[in-house]
Each structure stands twice: as structure tokens, then as C-alpha cells.
């Protein structure tokens, strides 16, 4: 089995050389200019601003979202996905601040954010920004994995994400878009720089952090079991390498780590699970995990959560080996 | 008294008595409940989408409590297939459900009722709610009528059929022994999975709110147990149908069709078993209290008619004796008036001697004078 991935992995990575080599040159011309013109003839990225009933509100609560509209057109494919009535306009044109009769009075908000969607009888249901991001990450297995243990937390630093605002848009430019008199083209442009300077975060070097760990916390029973800590981590970061909603919502070097190394500061030395979790009762935390179930609820809803068969739930040996008598273990 | 006059004084006896009763099985004072009865008692926190079906409780529990071998080793999982009940050799049972397409495992014991039925059902009173939570079982005085089988809504208690003498009901205990002495119980300490959460009740209801508020997707918004059956010290929380509409909180009849996939009926109510029963079964000891006036009124009636029939019986004896003796004496006088005295006095001495010997052979024969 780990053979065949092996295999299959080295043909991956020589057909991905050779697909280097056969399109080096139209590679280079891709680099600088990181948007082309969309395939359905809609601007390639734009600046999303709050549209009011009102003539000119004035406050903007929220800084403008720059929107990368080809990409999301590459993946999605199907524009009814989220111009759900079959109608490429603008969301805003239906959807205001304060809702209004063409969008059945969903506020721009709902329309972004609703993660609540009840599900349409044959017609179409519509989707927010929100509703797909959350389908994508619990559905593929790549995500599912640490995802069917970490919610994202909704604070600052989530909104920040595609809240980015645009920097050296001028106070007339915002008055402009604010009022809906900004023209197209300049958005465009404005939108395309956000897009083209924005870069993926670093993730941390797998290779500076602990390769095995040896866990021995049921010594008594079993051998102390060796945790492949750079295998899991390798394997995360290699799946999810080329995924742009992974890179643009794991906002700093050590949001991996924070699926296991939970509830303490994001660290790459973060501290041992022990120093939360005692071995016995907790009277001061009684919600809390026993050392044993923390690592196997962590393991085990990971491993749930990508669908990893093996080892079974219920085979302890498959991950401890079972102690052998002669070795003096007490039974 | 008519029959129902004698209904009415039964009935308005009943719950005198029953007031007297119910301290046995429920340490508040007699009147409104309120719970929990006894604020610091423990509980366990069975969290069902932890479950893995692994059987180490089950393994456990055999262990701790000294309970015969199983055929199957612990290590095959596949009997949590079977609907399995516990019983006096299995005190804990792990089975698998299917809830809405997806495997979920449960594990089956005494609940330990806040005010257990088995305890009202019980006229032996075998069974006492112990101020740390568990409902214990002493089978001194037990008769082996097995009402709290029938009472338990769970199903919890089992019977030892294959024990000839003195068997006996046997049930999860809390681990009572282990908890005497700081440890927890065997199946929660073994649980790989924190499938089994101890803790006091109180904190345990927090834990389990706690849990659900941080994860609504995850859980039914329902604690079983909290409530049921007037509230167990061991508590139950279930997966939430991800595809189905969302439970309201705490709607027992809207979580109900969720957890009867899992096995659980939330039509037990939130009343204690035990007060349904308390007033009927409170009249039961007062029926031993209505036998000395019952066999009494017996006795005497059978005496007094036996009396009655013997005066009659001595009456018409004495009647016929009188008329013996007014004959004797007819006769006599008249054989004085025409035979002379000698033989009027030979004739009373002979008919004497008669009727003398005729007397002595009926008293032979056994016959009353």
C-alpha cells in the first residue's frame, strides 16, 4: 500500500517536471500579470464595497473585500453556484446593506455570510461566501481531517481575511465607490494590485520540529507508541501545498500546528499535551480530557474526519504494541 | 359499610401509610420533590459520539467485579451488533445503533435513578439511593420476586436463573467498593475515549451544556436524563442528525424520534417512577396490619356460631329428656292407682335402669348426652 502511494507520487512528480518543461515559457508570461481576462468576460478581480438604499451612508463598517473573481471562476465552474438566479450581476444590485425587495430583503451580510441556508425544494439553492468556504473545507478529505476537530474561531483575524481594504486607495476614491460612482476599470485596477501583492503565508519548517514523539503514557499495558510527528505533518502540508482558500484562510506560520497544540498560544515549541491534561481526574476542570482520551480524541477525530480505515478504532495494537510478559510490565 | 365507603378508607389510608414509606426510598421529606435529592452526588456523562464500541468498559467491569469469563473475548467487537442486555453476568453492555445511516455505539447499565423504581417497586426493600449517587441493591432480604425487573424502565437489573439456592438480583453497583476508596469506576477508567465522563451531577449537566453549546452541529441539544424518569445520575448526550432540521433545546417529544434510534424513550417523564407506585404499593405492608382484625373477626364468628348451634343442640336434649321423665312419671301414677306401690316403684327402677342403659350405650358410641 505505502509502496503504491511511493509509485504514484514519483510518476506525479515526474509528470509535473515534464509539464515544467513543456510549458516553461507560457509560465513566464504568467507570472507578472497573476490575472488574465476571465473566460465569461467579467472583471478579473474587484473591490467589493458596502452598497446602501441610502444615497451615501457615509460609514463604512467593514473595510472593502477584494474580490479575485477569476480564480473563484476557475473553481467554481458554474457561475448559477453563485449568481443563483441565473443573472451575472453584481451581488450588491439585489443584496444592499439594508436588504431590499429584489433580493426578498437579504441584507448584503446574509448574502456574504449565511452559514444557515435552509435547503430549496427544487430550485437552486443559494450559497453565501461563507456557506461554500465551510462546504469545501468539511467535504474534501484533505481538510476534513483537522476540520472535523477545529471550527474556525470567527474573531478579527478571520474577517481580516478577505477584509483586507485596499492600501493606496485614495479618501476621494473611497467617497466615489462608497457613493457607486467608481468606475469600473479603476476598481479593476486597484483590485488587481491587492491581488497581485498579496503573498501565501509561510508555513513553519516541518524539518525544525520534533520528528518522532514518543509517547509512554499506558506503558502498563502497552509499548509507549512512536508518533511519526514530521510524517503527519509532511503529509498535511504536501496535501494542501497548491490549495488557495488553505493558504488565504491559514493566516499565520503556525495555524497547522494549532489543530493538535490547541487552546495555548500558536507556537512552534508549543507545550506538552500533559501540561494541560492530567493523567488522572481534573477536579478543577471536569469538561476536561484525561491525558489518554486527549491524545485518542485527537487522533482518532482526525483520523475520522479524512476517513483513515486503518487502524481501527477498536485495535489497540494497531497503533500500541501489545507489551510483552517477559519484559516485567504488570499485566 | 358498603364497598365503597370501604374503597375510600382504603385509599385515604393508603397515602397516610405511603408517606410513612416513601423515607425508605427517598430521602427528601415526604411532599413536592425537588432535585436533585442529593446535590453532591456523582454521576457519569456518557457521551455517545465519543463512543468507539472498543468493550474496555465492558472488560472492565468484569474485571473490577469479579464476574464470570464471557464466551467471546472482549476483543471481538462484533457482538455490539446484537441488541445485547445486561444481566447478572454482564453488568454493562456496549451495542451499536444506527443513528439516521450512522453507527453509534452506547452503553447499557443502571442508570442509577435520583428516585429509583426499582426501589418503590422493591416490598423487601432491597434497594437505597445513596447519597453519592448510587442506587445500591442488598440482597439479604430479598424474596427473588424480581418486581424491580419489571420496574426498572431501563432494564437494568438481572436475575441469577442459573443460581439453585438463595439467587439473586445483581446490577452496576457504581463500582460503590472503588468509589469508597477515591477510584473511579472500572468502566470510566478504562474508557480510551473520555466516553464516560465522572463528575458530581451538577457539574456533569454544565459539562454536557457546555459541550453542545460548543459544537451544535455535533450534538442533539437534548441531556438524556437530566430530566427522564425524574432524572439518573448517569446521563446520556447524542450525535444531531447533520442533515436534518435542528432540534429545539430540551424538547423531549422532538428529540424523542432522534433517541429511539439510540434506544432511549423520552416518554418516562420527568416524574419519578416511584411516585406513580408510592400510594398503591404504601397500602401493601398495611394489608399485614388488617390481619389480626380480619382472622380475629374470622375466629369469632366461627366460635360464637358453634355456641349458638351447641345451646340449640343442649335445648332440644333437655326438651327431650323432660319429656322422657313426664312420661315416666304418667306412667307410674298410673300403675300406683291400679297395681298398688310395690310395683309402681318396680316400674320407676326398671324403666331407670332402661333409659340408664340406654344412655350408657349411646355414650359408647361416642354420642353426646
Given at each position: 500500500?505505502?509502496?503504491?502511494?511511493?509509485?504514484?507520487?514519483?510518476?506525479?512528480?515526474?509528470?509535473?517536471?515534464?509539464?515544467?518543461?513543456l510549458f516553461?515559457?507560457?509560465?513566464?508570461?504568467?507570472?507578472?500579470?497573476?490575472?488574465?481576462?476571465?473566460?465569461?468576460?467579467?472583471?478579473?478581480?474587484?473591490?467589493?464595497?458596502?452598497?446602501?438604499?441610502?444615497?451615501?451612508?457615509?460609514?463604512?463598517?467593514?473595510?472593502?473585500?477584494?474580490?479575485?473573481?477569476?480564480?473563484?471562476?476557475?473553481?467554481?465552474?458554474?457561475?448559477?453556484?453563485?449568481?443563483?438566479?441565473?443573472?451575472?450581476?453584481?451581488?450588491?444590485?439585489?443584496?444592499?446593506?439594508?436588504?431590499?425587495?429584489?433580493?426578498?430583503?437579504?441584507?448584503?451580510?446574509?448574502?456574504?455570510?449565511?452559514?444557515?441556508?435552509?435547503?430549496?425544494?427544487?430550485?437552486?439553492?443559494?450559497?453565501?461566501?461563507?456557506?461554500?468556504?465551510?462546504?469545501?473545507?468539511?467535504?474534501?478529505?484533505?481538510?476534513?481531517?483537522?476540520?472535523?476537530?477545529?471550527?474556525?474561531?470567527?474573531?478579527?483575524?478571520?474577517?481580516?481575511?478577505?477584509?483586507?481594504?485596499?492600501?493606496?486607495?485614495?479618501?476621494?476614491?473611497?467617497?466615489?465607490?462608497?457613493?457607486?460612482?467608481?468606475?469600473?476599470?479603476?476598481?479593476?485596477?486597484?483590485?488587481?494590485?491587492?491581488?497581485?501583492?498579496?503573498?501565501?503565508?509561510?508555513?513553519?519548517?516541518?524539518?525544525?520540529?520534533?520528528?518522532?514523539?514518543k509517547?509512554?503514557?499506558?506503558?502498563?499495558?502497552?509499548?509507549?507508541?512512536?508518533?511519526?510527528?514530521?510524517?503527519?505533518?509532511?503529509?498535511?502540508?504536501?496535501?494542501?501545498?497548491?490549495?488557495?482558500?488553505?493558504?488565504?484562510?491559514?493566516?499565520?506560520?503556525?495555524?497547522?500546528?494549532?489543530?493538535?497544540?490547541?487552546?495555548?498560544?500558536?507556537?512552534?515549541?508549543?507545550?506538552?499535551?500533559?501540561?494541560?491534561?492530567?493523567?488522572?481526574?481534573?477536579?478543577?476542570?471536569?469538561?476536561?480530557?484525561?491525558?489518554?482520551?486527549?491524545?485518542?480524541?485527537?487522533?482518532?477525530?482526525?483520523?475520522?474526519?479524512?476517513?483513515?480505515?486503518?487502524?481501527?478504532?477498536?485495535?489497540?495494537?494497531?497503533?500500541?504494541?501489545?507489551?510483552?510478559?517477559?519484559?516485567?510490565?504488570?499485566? | 359499610?358498603?364497598?365503597?365507603?370501604?374503597?375510600?378508607?382504603?385509599?385515604?389510608?393508603?397515602?397516610?401509610?405511603?408517606?410513612?414509606?416513601?423515607?425508605?426510598?427517598?430521602?427528601?421529606?415526604?411532599?413536592?420533590?425537588?432535585?436533585?435529592?442529593?446535590?453532591?452526588?456523582?454521576?457519569?456523562?456518557?457521551?455517545?459520539?465519543?463512543?468507539?464500541?472498543?468493550?474496555?468498559?465492558?472488560?472492565?467491569?468484569?474485571?473490577?467485579?469479579?464476574?464470570?469469563?464471557?464466551?467471546?473475548?472482549?476483543?471481538?467487537?462484533?457482538?455490539?451488533?446484537?441488541r445485547?442486555?445486561?444481566?447478572?453476568?454482564?453488568?454493562?453492555?456496549?451495542?451499536?445503533?444506527?443513528?439516521?445511516?450512522?453507527?453509534?455505539?452506547?452503553?447499557?447499565?443502571?442508570?442509577?435513578?435520583?428516585?429509583?423504581?426499582?426501589?418503590?417497586?422493591?416490598?423487601?426493600?432491597?434497594?437505597?439511593?445513596?447519597?453519592?449517587g448510587?442506587?445500591?441493591y442488598?440482597?439479604?432480604?430479598c424474596?427473588?420476586?424480581?418486581?424491580?425487573?419489571?420496574?426498572?424502565?431501563?432494564?437494568?437489573?438481572?436475575?441469577?436463573?442459573?443460581?439453585?439456592?438463595?439467587?439473586?438480583?445483581?446490577?452496576?453497583?457504581?463500582?460503590?467498593?472503588?468509589?469508597?476508596k477515591?477510584?473511579?469506576?472500572?468502566?470510566?477508567?478504562?474508557?480510551?475515549?473520555?466516553?464516560?465522563?465522572?463528575?458530581?451531577?451538577?457539574?456533569?449537566?454544565?459539562?454536557?451544556?457546555?459541550?453542545?453549546?460548543?459544537?451544535?452541529?455535533?450534538?442533539?441539544?437534548?441531556?438524556?436524563?437530566?430530566?427522564?424518569?425524574?432524572?439518573?445520575?448517569?446521563?446520556?448526550?447524542?450525535?444531531?442528525?447533520?442533515?436534518?432540521?435542528?432540534?429545539?433545546?430540551?424538547n423531549?417529544?422532538?428529540?424523542?424520534?432522534?433517541?429511539?434510534?439510540?434506544g432511549?424513550?423520552?416518554?418516562?417523564?420527568?416524574?419519578?417512577?416511584?411516585?406513580?407506585?408510592?400510594g398503591?404499593?404504601?397500602?401493601v405492608?398495611?394489608?399485614?396490619?388488617?390481619?389480626?382484625?380480619?382472622?380475629?373477626?374470622?375466629?369469632?364468628?366461627?366460635?360464637?356460631?358453634?355456641?349458638?348451634?351447641?345451646?340449640?343442640?343442649?335445648?332440644?336434649?333437655?326438651?327431650?329428656?323432660?319429656?322422657?321423665?313426664a312420661?315416666?312419671?304418667?306412667?307410674?301414677?298410673?300403675?300406683?292407682?291400679?297395681?298398688?306401690?310395690?310395683?309402681?316403684?318396680?316400674?320407676?327402677?326398671?324403666?331407670?335402669?332402661?333409659?340408664?342403659?340406654?344412655?350408657?350405650?349411646?355414650a359408647?358410641?361416642?354420642?353426646?348426652?
Open positions: 500500500m505505502r509502496n503504491g502511494t511511493k509509485m504514484l507520487l514519483l510518476t506525479a512528480i515526474v509528470l509535473a517536471g515534464a509539464a515544467c518543461l516553461r515559457g507560457a509560465e513566464g508570461t504568467n507570472a507578472a500579470p497573476a490575472l488574465a481576462a476571465t473566460d465569461s468576460g467579467a472583471p478579473a478581480a474587484m473591490v467589493l464595497f458596502p452598497v446602501s438604499n441610502q444615497p451615501n451612508s457615509g460609514a463604512m463598517g467593514m473595510k472593502p473585500v477584494v474580490f479575485n473573481h477569476k480564480l473563484h471562476e476557475s473553481t467554481v465552474q458554474e457561475c448559477e453556484s453563485c449568481h443563483h438566479t441565473g443573472d451575472p450581476v453584481a451581488c450588491s444590485s439585489c443584496h444592499t446593506v439594508e436588504g431590499k425587495k429584489d433580493g426578498n430583503f437579504v441584507t448584503l451580510d446574509r448574502a456574504m455570510h449565511a452559514d444557515n441556508i435552509i435547503q430549496r425544494k427544487g430550485a437552486r439553492t443559494p450559497q453565501s461566501c461563507v456557506s461554500c468556504h465551510e462546504k469545501r473545507y468539511t467535504e474534501r478529505r484533505e481538510c476534513s481531517g483537522c476540520h472535523a476537530v477545529v471550527t474556525p474561531k470567527r474573531d478579527a483575524a478571520w474577517c481580516a481575511v478577505c477584509h483586507t481594504g485596499v492600501e493606496g486607495m485614495s479618501a476621494t476614491q473611497t467617497a466615489d465607490a462608497l457613493a457607486g460612482k467608481m468606475d469600473p476599470d479603476v476598481n479593476e485596477a486597484l483590485a488587481q494590485q491587492a491581488v497581485d501583492s498579496k503573498k501565501p503565508v509561510q508555513y513553519a519548517d516541518p524539518g525544525a520540529m520534533a520528528l518522532k514523539v509517547i509512554g503514557t499506558l506503558v502498563d499495558k502497552y509499548e509507549a507508541n512512536v508518533f511519526n510527528h514530521a510524517r503527519h505533518v509532511n503529509s498535511i502540508m504536501k496535501r494542501i501545498s497548491g490549495d488557495k482558500l488553505a493558504q488565504a484562510f491559514h493566516s499565520t506560520r503556525e495555524t497547522l500546528c494549532q489543530t493538535c497544540h490547541h487552546h495555548s498560544p500558536a507556537s512552534v515549541t508549543p507545550p506538552k499535551c500533559v501540561s494541560c491534561h492530567a493523567p488522572g481526574i481534573d477536579k478543577q476542570n471536569p469538561g476536561r480530557p484525561p491525558l489518554k482520551a486527549a491524545y485518542h480524541l485527537q487522533c482518532m477525530g482526525c483520523h475520522d474526519g479524512m476517513n483513515v480505515k486503518r487502524p481501527a478504532k477498536t485495535d489497540c495494537t494497531g497503533c500500541h504494541k501489545e507489551r510483552v510478559a517477559q519484559k516485567g510490565g504488570s499485566k | 359499610m358498603n364497598r365503597r365507603k370501604f374503597l375510600a378508607f382504603l385509599g385515604s389510608a393508603s397515602v397516610v401509610t405511603a408517606a410513612g414509606v416513601t423515607t425508605t426510598a427517598t430521602p427528601a421529606k415526604a411532599g413536592v420533590h425537588t432535585f436533585p435529592y442529593y446535590p453532591e452526588s456523582y454521576g457519569v456523562l456518557h457521551d455517545t459520539t465519543r463512543c468507539v464500541g472498543c468493550r474496555r468498559c465492558e472488560q472492565a467491569c468484569n474485571i473490577v467485579n469479579k464476574l464470570p469469563k464471557p464466551e467471546k473475548p472482549f476483543t471481538d467487537t462484533s457482538v455490539c451488533e446484537t445485547r442486555r445486561t444481566s447478572a453476568k454482564q453488568w454493562t453492555v456496549v451495542n451499536k445503533y444506527t443513528m439516521n445511516g450512522k453507527p453509534v455505539f452506547r452503553k447499557l447499565q443502571c442508570f442509577h435513578c435520583n428516585d429509583p423504581a426499582c426501589a418503590s417497586a422493591c416490598f423487601a426493600k432491597c434497594f437505597t439511593k445513596q447519597p453519592d448510587s442506587v445500591q442488598d440482597g439479604t432480604q424474596v427473588g420476586c424480581r418486581y424491580c425487573m419489571i420496574a426498572c424502565p431501563f432494564y437494568a437489573p438481572g436475575f441469577q436463573y442459573d443460581e439453585a439456592w438463595d439467587p439473586l438480583v445483581q446490577k452496576c453497583t457504581f463500582c460503590k467498593p472503588r468509589l469508597d477515591n477510584e473511579l469506576p472500572g468502566c470510566v477508567e478504562a474508557c480510551p475515549m473520555e466516553a464516560l465522563t465522572f463528575g458530581r451531577r451538577t457539574d456533569l449537566i454544565k459539562v454536557a451544556r457546555a459541550r453542545i453549546a460548543s459544537n451544535p452541529e455535533k450534538y442533539l441539544d437534548y441531556i438524556y436524563g437530566e430530566h427522564d424518569a425524574g432524572g439518573t445520575a448517569w446521563m446520556v448526550l447524542a450525535p444531531a442528525n447533520p442533515k436534518g432540521p435542528k432540534v429545539p433545546p430540551e423531549p417529544a422532538l428529540a424523542g424520534p432522534e433517541l429511539k434510534q439510540l432511549l424513550d423520552t416518554h418516562l417523564g420527568n416524574q419519578p417512577m416511584g411516585e406513580l407506585t408510592y398503591a404499593l404504601g397500602a405492608p398495611m394489608i399485614v396490619s388488617f390481619w389480626p382484625v380480619l382472622f380475629g373477626g374470622a375466629w369469632a364468628m366461627t366460635k360464637r356460631r358453634e355456641a349458638m348451634y351447641k345451646a340449640e343442640q343442649e335445648k332440644t336434649v333437655r326438651e327431650a329428656r323432660e319429656d322422657v321423665t312420661a315416666v312419671d304418667a306412667v307410674v301414677r298410673k300403675i300406683q292407682e291400679t297395681e298398688g306401690d310395690g310395683a309402681a316403684d318396680r316400674a320407676r327402677k326398671a324403666m331407670a335402669e332402661a333409659l340408664k342403659a340406654r344412655d350408657d350405650a349411646a359408647k358410641h361416642g354420642e353426646d348426652a
